[in-house]
């Protein structure tokens, strides 16, 4: 017997069901039921990946953590015996009230949410294990849920007419084939790929704004369709019309295609919201009795929510007693119990976020984690979360400790080692250095703005300037190399933007083979580290207080340096200095007076931070022990003697699995990122870009044919991402490009069995409405792909008359100066009897004059 909250607020028992008993508790498993008020009906296999509106459905999986989960998982049994073994299990009660073309709405009282959520809290007590349940929504389903069906879901309308005309929109990665509730064009939109299908033609029409992926998947959808049932040769022909090119179709094509969708009709649409600003998630928490300017839960709330924090947030702010609710805004709502809470804590949790939802007018979906449990998804929103994965620990531990003895050769071979430590390899190729110079320096001296530096491995660093760094090395497939940019902490935005530029000038100089790599200072990642052997010293200043010229970078000759690093290839040291100036906390400090050096030791540090340091120095010293100091020592350490702070070890960071995300162009530079789970290689492609994050460093992954906007922003694409994140991310997290083809190993080690080869048999899209035209595919003709139409047909379309109205009845978005640019390809046509390539290619006063002429000016 389980404790069960309704939408009204009360409690109900929710006692076991029969339909239940013969779900294995400990083995992993994948099961779709449809349930009803007294009803749960368990689906076939075949069933799987299609629901209808008006239903609900209960799915449940059962798999082991970075394992396959879905219809496809391997049954095998699992020992939850503390070997460190444990199962991910996970409910999903998915129900959509308003009808799939509508975006489903909040289930009421008894409704199929209801029913859906009942039989989820039914399973949970069958099982007597720790289980997330999530509460999905037709259309705006959870990643996880969508990661189950890898050939996406199709959510179909109940009451279709057989034989009537049917509207399907296809989008994400993951595709979700959405059936509309009518057949309009006013569900046509530019990012949009949409199938029409009908008895005679089956018709692909496609946004110009939208995804190749998204396109791809259309032409499969309409192939499916065109085949039939019997899964023979097609019985329909495939129609693909372009957006705003309709009127180039042939006339019998048109003539069905505007009979269905009245094609002169075109809505005028308003103009794209703007994006919603980053929001941190926040932590809200439970109190009773009310207290003044709460949240309320749902309509009538058993409990009330309070803000609690806002990101940062960390495991230490949900007390073990307490019921909390994290809005991660996109990235869910998640009610979290602590474990020593009542017994009916959980439902009531959900029900709160559920009602948190509501209030906020949130469309992601609502989930209750399991304490000790907790999905990926949940952990990401918190900082320095504790993974529990007894697997992947001892693979951390192993891969810290081989990697000192791995070539790049041995790296490749063994690319999860390369991942874990992220290294592609040992650190022992040629290395080239430059420092950039300021404006000021480039003007009195005339020189170029980089100077290269002629001893890079004496790994001098200064915190006002900023550097390039391209390290090359070999590869079992040919020579590799990553261009490095560091920014010193204290550098200014113009040196950095200079910099920037002369960075992306050397990639293109060197054909865009490098992996490219953004590094803050004290956030290097341990490549960078090795590269330098352990000894990358950062002073305060810049190269220029000791060498005016600035074309050597040296050293002070005094200096005291805080190190860190408990390896001695990942040690690093920072200048430090009275006054508080970089001044922090060491087990170890290198003291540096001209040619005498001393390593200090804390008592505190271990022997690996010891020899760190002396790794460090670079140099005969004395090693000086805390407690152990002579006169000598304190008589050159001065004043600065109060910097010497020792401080505890460390924990090793063990960073949470890494996470990968599709990205997709929006307008005005803005990007989208939608989360894929359980994901291989597969899930990327060369029409992709992808952000993959590993925690510790952001990798974005540049497919060989995504569009060149996004292969030119590819680090503004990472930077939206961080600030998007409502983790409330570092912003100098370490940023890695890579392009197709050019993955080193410490990126293609977190996708399990990666192969070079995977796209040499790739298709593009072009290819494949090429390979369907075979099949007496008719096609209309695409929109021209030079830079004019693309200028054009990136703005958004209206009417001719709407265009032709007073200026005040003009869409927001519109520049009354330019009203052509709004027009659709055939609106130009016909109004300006050319296409727009055309009449770009005119003098200015003849545009003009057209405008004028045709009352658009």
């Keep these: 017997m389980d404790v069960y909250q309704e939408e009204d607020g009360l409690q109900r028992s929710v006692p076991a069901d029969s339909v239940f008993r013969t779900v294995p508790r400990d083995h992993t498993t994948f099961l779709i039921w449809r349930v009803a008020e007294s009803s749960a009906e368990l689906l076939p296999r075949s069933h799987y990946g299609t629901f209808y509106d008006g239903e609900a459905y209960l799915i449940y999986s059962c798999s082991l953590p970075g394992q396959l989960a879905g219809p496809d998982v391997i049954r095998r049994e699992i020992k939850e015996n503390g070997s460190g073994e444990f199962a991910e299990r996970h409910i999903h009660a998915w129900a959509s009230e308003s009808g799939a073309g509508g ?52 959510i179909l309308c109940s009451g279709s007419i057989n034989g009537g005309a049917r509207l399907y929109r296809v989008r994400g990665r ?43 998947f259309g032409a499969k959808v309409a192939y499916r369709l065109a085949r039939g049932t019997d899964k023979g040769m097609i019985t329909r022909r495939i129609l693909i019309a372009h957006d705003g090119y309709e009127q180039t179709l042939c006339p019998g094509d048109h003539g069905l295609l505007d009979a269905l969708l009245q094609l002169r009709a075109r809505p005028a649409r308003a103009a794209a919201a703007a994006p919603d600003p980053p929001r941190p998630a926040r932590l809200y928490r439970a109190t009773q009795p ?23 947030l960390y495991r230490e702010d949900l007390s073990d007693d307490g019921v909390y609710v994290v809005d991660g805004g996109s990235r869910g709502v998640w009610a979290w119990a602590g474990p020593r809470c009542g017994r009916g804590a959980a439902a009531g949790a959900l029900a709160a976020a559920r009602g948190l939802a509501r209030a906020k007018r949130r469309s992601a979906p609502v989930a209750l984690v399991a ?15 504790s993974w529990a994965d007894a697997r992947r620990d001892v693979r951390q531990r192993a891969a810290r400790s081989a990697t000192t003895r791995l070539d790049a050769n041995s790296l490749a071979s063994n690319a999860w080692l390369a991942a874990e430590a992220q290294l592609p390899d040992d650190g022992s190729g040629s290395l080239r250095a430059w420092r950039v110079r300021r404006a000021d320096e480039v003007g009195a001296s005339g020189a170029g703005t980089l100077a290269e530096i002629s001893r890079p491995q004496q790994a001098v660093f200064y915190d006002r300037d900023c550097y ?13 190399t990553i261009l490095y940019y560091w920014m010193g902490g204290s550098s200014p935005n113009d040196l950095r933007n200079l910099g920037a530029k002369e960075a992306k000038d050397l990639y293109i100089k060197l054909g865009r083979l490098p992996v490219q790599a953004w590094v803050y200072q004290g956030k290097e990642p341990a490549h960078f580290l ?99 100091e002579k006169p000598e020592f304190w008589n050159v350490l001065g004043e600065r003697r109060k910097l010497l702070v020792p401080s505890p070890l460390k924990e090793v960071e063990r960073p949470l699995p890494p996470r990968l995300f599709y990205v997709a162009a929006q307008t005005a530079g803005q990007y ?31 497919g060989a044919h995504c569009g060149p906007r996004l292969r030119d922003d590819a680090r503004q694409v990472a930077e939206q991402y961080l600030q998007h994140d409502p983790a409330a991310r570092d912003p100098e997290t370490p940023i890695l490009v890579l392009g197709q083809g050019r993955e080193p190993p410490n990126f293609t080690g977190f996708f399990p069995q990666w192969k070079n080869s995977m796209w040499k048999g790739h298709k593009s899209f072009s290819a494949i409405v090429s390979a369907l035209e075979g099949k007496a595919i008719v096609r209309g003709r695409a929109a021209p792909q030079n830079g004019n139409s693309e200028c054009f047909d990136q703005h958004e379309k209206y009417c001719l008359s709407l265009l032709r109205g007073p200026k005040e009845h003009l869409p927001p978005d519109v520049d009354p100066l330019t009203k052509e640019l709004y027009l659709t390809h055939d609106d130009f046509v016909s109004t300006f009897n050319m296409p727009y390539s055309e009449f770009r290619s005119l003098p200015l006063w003849k545009q003009k004059e057209l405008k004028k002429s045709v009352g658009l000016f």
């Design 290 to 312: 009310l207290r003044t300017s709460p949240v309320a839960a749902s309509h009538r709330p058993a409990a009330r929510l309070e803000e609690f924090k806002r990101a940062p």
């Design 672 to 702: 989208t990122f939608e989360e894929i789970i359980s994901f291989s290689q597969l899930d990327l492609a060369p029409e992709l870009c992808a952000v993959l994050d590993a925690h510790g460093a952001l990798f974005v992954w540049l």
């Design 371 to 385: 304490v000790g449990r907790e999905p990926l998804e949940f952990a990401a929103l918190f900082h320095a979360w």
């Design 174 to 216: 993951r595709p979700v084939v959405l059936q509309l509730e009518s057949v309009s064009y006013s569900h046509l939109t530019s990012d949009g790929v949409f199938v029409l299908d009908t008895a005679a033609v089956v018709v692909l029409w496609l946004g110009r704004a939208a995804h190749l992926i998204e396109k791809m």
């Design 530 to 628: 090795q590269i330098y052997k352990g000894r990358m010293i950062t002073y305060i200043g810049s190269a220029t207080d000791y060498d005016p010229t600035g074309n050597r970078v040296v050293a002070p000759s005094r200096a005291l340096i805080r190190v860190s690093g408990q390896y001695a290839r990942e040690g690093r040291g920072v200048e430090v200095a009275g006054a508080g100036v970089g001044a922090g906390r060491g087990a170890c400090y290198v003291l540096r007076e001209s040619a005498r050096v001393w390593v200090w030791c804390a008592a505190s540090a271990t022997g690996d931070e010891r020899e760190v340091a002396k790794n460090l120095a670079a140099a005969e010293h004395t090693l000086v022990m805390q407690g152990k």
């Design 468 to 480: 390039l760094t391209l390290y090359t090395y070999h590869a079992p497939t040919g020579d590799q």
């Design 103 to 154: 975006g489903g709405g909040a289930s009421g009282a008894g409704g199929p949410g209801s029913h859906a959520l009942r039989r989820a809290m039914q399973l949970a007590a069958h099982l007597g294990a720790p289980v997330v349940i999530h509460r999905e929504t037709a259309a705006s389903e959870s990643p996880r849920l969508l990661s189950y069906f890898r050939e996406g879901m199709r």
